[in-house]
C-alpha cells in the first residue's frame, strides 16, 4: 500500500468521526433551569420540554405531536426503552382492544409528580386532565365535559 493510499484511508476514516447520528424524536435534553432549553421550552422534572394545552401555548411539532400531562410528548413503540428518564412509555388501556403497540413517552403523574395548577391528577393512568367552567378554558380540539377538558368528537376523541 502506497503513502497516498494510507494517507486517503485515514482520512476517509477519520471524515466519518465527525458525523452526528440524528436524535431520535423521543429525545429530550436534561437541563436545571429554563435558560438551558430552546425557545418556547421549559426546564420540567430536569428535562426540557414544551409546555401545551394553555390558551397562549403554541402547537406541539411532528417530532412531539401529543399534547399530555401539560407537555409536548413523542409517541414511543412500547416494546422498546426509548423514552428519556425520567419519562416512561404509558399507554392508555383501551376497552375490548388488543393491547396497544404504541404509547406516549411522559413523566406520569401521582404524589411525588403533581399535575401543575389547574390540573387533576388520574393517578389510575397517571394522567393530568385540565379542569374547566367552559369550553373556551380549554385547548385546541377541546371541549369541557364534566369540569374537564377533553379531546372534542369532532377532532377524532370521544368527550
Known sequence: MGLGALWLGLGVG????????AEPSTFRFQ???SSECETGEVC????????????????CSQSAPVCLNGY???????NEDVCPPPQSC??????????????????????????????????????CVQTCMATEECGSGEVCTQGFC???SSSGGAP
Open 14 to 21: 477519520l471524515g466519518g468521526c465527525f458525523i452526528e447520528a
Open 44 to 59: 420540567a422534572s430536569g428535562l426540557c420540554q414544551q409546555p401545551c394545552g394553555g390558551a397562549n401555548d403554541t402547537e
Open 90 to 127: 404509558v399507554t392508555l388501556p383501551a376497552p375490548d382492544e388488543e393491547p396497544a403497540t404504541s404509547g406516549v413517552c411522559t413523566i406520569p403523574c401521582d404524589g411525588d409528580n403533581p399535575c401543575a395548577d389547574g390540573m387533576f391528577c388520574f393517578e389510575e393512568f397517571g394522567l
Open 72 to 78: 409536548c410528548a413523542s409517541v414511543c413503540p412500547t
Open 31 to 33: 437541563c436545571t433551569a
Open 150 to 152: 377533553l379531546p372534542s
